[in-house]
């Protein structure tokens, strides 16, 4: 049983990188489950074995590395304030940047925001059930999932502890208009 585990993990992680490294190189909507199976080396049996389309490869894989930033943020105790847990996503969510930055130019960037949402909601539970809660995960999410994007984008130029500071400071004062803006009429 123990080997059947292990090569379905490798299976796994074939078609995923497969699926990645053909996205560098073609429009993601023309890639076929043919291609990712030929380019992983595994079989169409073996790919359905696995995954139902192409962004149930994402999703599944998205959920992995959610999960396991999540399990390190609880772990380590750095979900208890906000530069902490920035600081963490930052280091964490930074080792994907390739990734990251592939499918976000894939137009795919939902499932990443997705993602973070359903993470963020994870390391901050409510006690309470109501639709403020709810949009508040979804504001932090959305605005997270902005500057990061952006950071890849740009590069990374900041480090991840200076990218912790501006999010920590933006979530703790709010985003207000700048002085000397003009006022809505």
Same mark, same amino acid.
């Given at each position: 049983?123990?080997?059947?585990?292990?090569?379905?993990?490798?299976?796994?992680?074939? #078609?995923?990188?497969?699926?990645?490294?053909?996205?560098?190189?073609?429009?993601?909507?023309?890639?076929? #489950?043919?291609? #990712?199976?030929?380019?992983?080396?595994?079989?169409?049996?073996?790919?359905?074995?696995?995954?139902?389309?192409?962004?149930?490869?994402?999703?599944?894989?998205?959920?992995?590395?959610?999960?396991?930033?999540?399990?390190?943020?609880?772990?380590?105790?750095?979900?208890?304030?906000?530069?902490?847990?920035?600081?963490?996503?930052?280091?964490?969510?930074?080792?994907?940047?390739?990734?990251?930055?592939?499918?976000?130019?894939?137009?795919?960037?939902?499932?990443?925001?997705?993602?973070?949402?359903?993470?963020?909601?994870?390391?901050?539970?409510?006690?309470?059930?109501?639709?403020?809660?709810?949009?508040?995960?979804?504001?932090?999410?959305? *605005?997270?999932?902005?500057?990061?994007?952006?950071?890849?984008?740009?590069?990374?130029?900041?480090?991840?502890?200076?990218?912790?500071?501006?999010? *920590?400071?933006?979530?703790?004062?709010?985003?207000?208009?700048?002085?000397?803006?003009?006022?809505?009429?």
């Amino acid at each position: 049983m123990k080997n059947k585990s292990a090569s379905g993990c490798l299976a796994k992680e074939c #078609i995923v990188t497969a699926l990645i490294e053909l996205m560098k190189t073609q429009d993601y909507h023309t890639i076929s #489950i043919t291609d #990712i199976a030929r380019k992983a080396g595994v079989s169409r049996m073996t790919y359905y074995r696995n995954y139902t389309s192409k962004e149930d490869i994402l999703n599944k894989y998205m959920e992995e590395v959610g999960l396991s930033i999540h399990k390190k943020i609880a772990k380590d105790g750095s979900g208890e304030d906000l530069f902490g847990y920035y600081l963490a996503l930052f280091e964490q969510l930074g080792k994907y940047k390739d990734i990251g930055i592939t499918v976000y130019r894939a137009h795919l960037g939902e499932l990443i925001l997705r993602n973070i949402t359903q993470n963020m909601a994870m390391t901050f539970p409510s006690l309470q059930d109501s639709a403020g809660t709810s949009y508040r995960h979804y504001f932090l999410a959305g *605005a997270f999932y902005n500057v990061f994007i952006e950071w890849l984008k740009s590069g990374r130029r900041e480090s991840c502890a200076e990218m912790a500071r501006i999010c *920590a400071s933006l979530a703790r004062e709010g985003c207000h208009p700048e002085k000397g803006s003009k006022k809505n009429e």
